[in-house]
């Protein structure tokens, strides 16, 4: 066990600071208006001229070749920059992996190098009307003809899809197959004649994600990523990347963390009114300092050649539940100002509304619990 | 010992419940949003048309004359239909501000049936609630000066209105210049008046919040059992029964300690403050995971702004410090529970 | 709503405080030892003389023919005085309601009264060992055979069975029969040719309850109650009423309360030290209020012609969490104090082992969770 | 930054782990329970065998000479066992207490082979933790008196035993009478010695803590997958698998923070004393979620004498406030988390 930062490690946090010290945006418009969006892409953009866009990638497909802890690294320098959250997150840490995993190497060279530096905004495409927490009830078929599949049916749920280039999902590419067998998984441009994108307005009025209809829409063969009726395996790879280290890094948490202990100490009346209150926001404050250890001790495991197994259903359901304590947390501080379009209040409210998404996507939490009971501890079905 | 409620009283609250069922759909709520006061003009009309403005207006002045329990079926029917605010903030309290106030048959006189009638708009603000309700839209407002009641109008306040989560809402900051001239009561009156009134806002909003747990409840039974997942309705899971189930235990507890409340509040019972601020910690906790649990086994639908859901969770949201917040009612009712004998058998009733 | 005592009702009340004040014994050793189980039937005996062995029930079958709010005060003016709990509390707070709704004249005359002063000690024999939550899985047998039903088989998890004379319960006296059909109800007395009662420990080392095996036992016809295979209504009366009102009266919880108050009040360096710590007692104080509140409640909609429906199991619920988070408080308070064997801290140790068992008997939360989801909130199956 | 412990560590953890599988069974506790020592002979003899009383002993003195980190992985099984506290209480903190107590050569050199070799046997008592554990069957005790640091036999105190809920305990109040005879270090040496020695001795509670975690979920597991109810093994309801669940999110995430704690007090960091009390509260949250649902799912069997979940539930039980109850930990995570830039990125590690 050795817990301390290399030398290496510690010039590569000065090396990020100096630079997100220079470049961090002030705050941008929400990323789900038109005009946000393309704010948050040129800062992207930025990120990816200057070698940032993701780093653990290797250089040429316009990374720095960082290992998983100089991630970290990045990730607590950039949220404690005050950076914005990252436009392209499906794209560089669930689809961007799993290509490094998965993909040929035409695939990554013609993908990765685009998707760092946001020329390519990608969404992801799993769930359907009636396939959500039952992803292997998907029915969008893509029936192949020649080197082309031809997609036909219905996607929803797709962030940012609205303003995404491409998108990345499962399709049902053999006729009549059932459940998780027969599905592939492909890369859709969302130019192509036949696509319909209707955005769907979320809880604060933007519309934050998208329903996607497919017409007879022609993808060639080669956007399809692994074996044809194998996507279930590769999905599931990116379902382990979204629940596991790379969707949500701590460095997030713990920005949220910061503001939350600030907010707490610039209420002093708040907390003499209600002494309970020290101990929530403290507990909240310690949680968070628990995902990070956590999510350190992940790392070293990989490093010494683990794999992330069924426990990260744990990381899932904690880091969900922590965002939702940090909030409450700070709504109980603000009381009577928690409902009011205050600066201060709104980014709370818009903070706390956004994180009772957190138990809901990526796998319920629900879910997460029944994979935990089943595949962790081994209870029967 | 009854703790039912009179046929007359179920009565009315089912008429209201009728008349809103019809007029205070989602949809008329939301197109509320779009109005300057809040509320749609076909539900406004409904409210003067059945003659809500005059719930709380004495008989002798061409009102109803509720008592506390009346108000407490009526305001549970305001949450389970997301009914703007506007009633709840505006005549309800001023009625019952104005016919308590002391030496001021002149101003009853003029102001209750005006009032009765919706000729005449009054918005009340008080410390618990700085932010006045629906000042903007009123003609008259009841002011809190260091216990005193003022009344001002609205000619002689500035006026900002600040948005709230709840679109439904409509807050502002007033400020205002206290005189002589605009006091109607002063400290050593308005204490007592001002405290009642802060009590019956509480457990209005008590009431309230137990009508949006039900309506969320509701909301999710016919999701969930309707909605199929892993080729069975979602509703016969049991993780998700039991968040429901959750949910159904909190709001069953706290309907008897809400009643309790009212009852007390309205027979001028010594505890009745510490009594509403359980009723409103309790019904502030059933909503408070409703919304959570609500939108829990909705998935991601009850995440957008078409899903009917949102009305009722911002709602609930909007109110959880509205009135005194938790601080203010943990502490009035651990003062009241430590308390030497305070609770228990022989006490608990007088 | 008139939410005020008659006068009527508070001289009962006082009538009831002065004979209490008279006659309490101070405290008697466990009820779960042979000499606690005397003293506690000696109790019982002199409640049951002076006709305060149930109160509820007519004055011809040993009780005074109270109401229910009767009987609420009854309970609060018999735990407030320090009286010991029932010692055959599943006598006459579930086979007596049950006997007054199905049984025969003859049944009635010859079991209350002699219940009413613990001069017939009852224990319940539900649970086998293959039927817990899932009761209806009962395989204990009772065959006819003449005016006699022959039973075979086991039971077990019957609370104070050691100390018993008879028991009541669910016995398959319909061949091959499943589930809850084919099912009676029938009164057993302990001392019968046959019966082996294996006393089985609990937690804190005594035998609280026991395992109950019948080796050919012949019972009169005469002691069913309701008609032959149709024990399962019957036994659902008596869970209706198990989870309902008469087993838990809150009156035991504002006791408990009212220790937990004064607990607070004897250490103040405890609330100084952790100042949430007056929080956790205010709500579970107020939460013991709600819990009192809520049964007069229902015995007003009793009075007023009502009857308790599947909402009662978010009473078993609530009660159970009522205990526990009660006595967490206290064991919360005592710190250190309170894993020793002294008197105070034995009290509240014993108390919250026992309480571990609310949540699990009378039908598991889980259970209740599922009857409130399904038949009150109308869920599917 | 690595987390993960040495091949060596483990080896040994694992030798550890080998014996008490054998020789610590439930049966083993229990026979426990009926000895004065509260530890069943057997297992005595295999502490004394395998030498488990010299760990903390330098080299030097014949010792294993073991940080705090190798320690870190043995709690976790003595928690897990339930292995009776004797070694825990004893020459666990006695060979750390003596093997820093300043200008002691002469002492070190008479006490501690003699501990190692499992010749003396030396109780310690502070104000954490007033009751002195195994103080009966001590021959030395090393007691706090205003921080400094006392050494006194046995027969000059007076020794009063307190029963636990848990019957593997042996807890002691100890009168005696320090006197500059019986001071080994002074105030000032002894402030930080006694600080260490507590954060070792709840950082070792938090260990057991985890490992008790650990087994109560197996045998809830091994319970629920094998009992049937309604068809089928009660382990396939989501109810009952999410009570598990929820353990195993605790557990999980109480260990990295516990692993921070001993790494920090054994480097000295100087935030090891709030890292310790942060474990101390995952780890206790975790075991005592672990107790509660355990039984829920054992259902009536869990509750019986003879079912030996009693056995770790007790344990769990009686640790949660020894060694620092949660108003002390609590505190000393608050000062430490809302101080200026005290927790979080880069600040994390050092």
């Known amino acids: 066990m050795d817990l301390n930062y290399t030398p290496a490690q510690q010039a590569f946090r000065a090396q990020v600071r100096a630079w997100m010290r220079e ?19 040129a800062w992207e953009r930025k990120l990816g001229d200057s070698g940032w866009g993701m780093v653990t990638w290797p250089e040429a497909l316009g990374g720095r070749g960082c290992d998983l802890i100089e991630w970290l690294i990045f990730e607590e320098e950039y949220y404690a920059a005050g950076a914005p959250l990252r436009l392209n997150q499906n794209g560089i840490f669930l689809l961007g992996p799993t290509l490094m995993e998965f993909g040929t190497d035409a695939q990554k060279a013609r993908f990765l190098p685009r998707m760092a530096r946001c020329d390519d905004m990608w969404a992801q495409a799993w769930s359907e009307p009636g396939a959500g927490s039952d992803m292997a009830a998907i029915r969008t078929t893509a029936y192949r003809d020649g080197n082309h599949y031809v997609i036909n049916g219905q996607k929803t749920w797709s962030t940012r899809a609205r303003w995404a280039d491409w998108i990345f999902g499962l399709f049902r590419t053999e006729q009549g197959s059932q459940r998780h067998h027969g599905l ?57 990347f979204e629940r596991g280290l790379m ?50 001790r992940t790392v070293s495991q990989l490093q010494a050649g683990g794999r992330i197994g069924p426990e990260a259903s744990t990381s899932k359901i904690f880091w969900s539940e922590l965002d939702l304590a940090l909030h409450e947390a700070a709504l109980a501080i603000l009381g009577k100002e928690a409902e009011l379009d205050t600066p201060e209040a709104r980014r709370w409210m818009e903070g706390f509304m956004f994180a009772q998404a957190g138990p809901i996507y990526a796998g319920s939490n629900e879910i997460q619990r029944n994979i935990i009971a089943e595949r962790m501890l081994g209870l029967p079905r | 010992m009854d703790f039912t409620y009179t046929q007359d009283q179920k009565s009315f609250r089912d008429a209201v419940r009728a008349a809103f069922m019809v007029e205070a759909t989602p949809d008329v709520v939301r197109e509320g949003w779009e109005h300057a006061s809040g509320v749609a003009p076909a539900l406004e009309a409904l409210i003067a048309e059945q003659g809500l403005t005059a719930l709380s207006v004495p008989e002798v002045f061409g009102g109803l004359g509720l008592s506390d329990t009346d108000w407490a079926l009526l305001t549970q029917e305001f949450g389970y239909y997301a009914v703007p605010d506007a009633l709840l903030t505006t005549s309800y309290p001023a009625a019952c501000l104005i016919r308590e106030l002391p030496d001021a048959a002149n101003r009853q006189q003029a102001w209750l049936p005006a009032l009765s009638e919706g000729r005449l708009s009054v918005a009340v603000g008080h410390p618990l609630s700085p932010l006045v309700g629906d000042a903007d839209s009123a003609d008259l407002l009841l002011l809190w000066h260091e216990d005193e009641v003022h009344a001002v109008w609205r000619a002689d306040v500035d006026i900002t209105p600040v948005a ?21 009561a002063d400290a050593g009156a308005g204490r007592e008046l001002w405290q009642r009134l802060a009590d019956r806002m509480a457990l209005a ?146």
């Open chain 1, 247 to 296: 969707l949500r890094s701590p460095a997030r948490y713990q920005a949220t963390a910061r503001r939350l202990a600030a907010l707490y100490h610039a209420h002093p009346d708040a907390a003499r009114r209600d002494p309970a209150l020290r101990d929530r926001v403290a507990a909240a404050l310690a949680a968070t300092e628990a995902y990070a250890l956590s999510t350190y």
């Open chain 1, 184 to 240: 592939s998984y492909l890369l859709v441009p969302l130019d192509l004649p036949g696509i319909t994108v209707r955005p769907i307005r979320q809880l604060n009025g933007l519309a934050g994600f998208a329903e996607i209809f497919f017409d007879e829409v022609r993808v060639p063969v080669d956007n399809r990523l692994g074996d044809e009726g194998e996507g279930w395996a590769v999905a599931m790879a990116t379902a382990g």
């Open chain 2, 164 to 184: 709230s989560v709840d679109p439904s809402r409509r807050l502002c900051r007033v400020s205002w210049n206290p005189s002589s001239a605009s006091r109607v």
């Open chain 2, 205 to 350: 909003i008590a009431g309230e919040q137990l009508g949006l747990t039900q309506r969320v409840l509701d909301l999710a039974i016919d999701y969930t059992a309707q909605r199929k997942q892993f080729g069975k309705p979602i509703g016969s899971f049991q993780a998700v029964k039991h968040l429901l189930a959750d949910v159904a235990v909190k709001g069953e507890f706290a309907k008897p300690v809400f009643n309790r409340a009212a009852y007390a509040l309205e027979h001028g019972h010594p505890n009745a403050g510490a009594y509403v601020s359980h009723a409103r910690l309790a019904c502030g906790d059933a909503a408070w995971l409703a919304a959570r649990n609500g939108i829990q086994v909705h998935g991601a639908i009850g995440y957008t702004w078409e899903c009917d859901l949102q009305i009722f969770m911002k709602r609930i949201w909007a109110l959880e410090s509205a009135w005194g917040d938790a601080a203010y009612h943990k502490a009035r009712v651990a003062d009241w529970v430590l308390a030497d004998g305070a609770a228990g058998p022989g006490v608990t009733f007088a």
């Open chain 1, 23 to 41: 470049n961090v945006p002030g705050e941008l418009p929400d990323y789900d208006t038109w005009e946000g969006f393309e704010a948050h892409r």
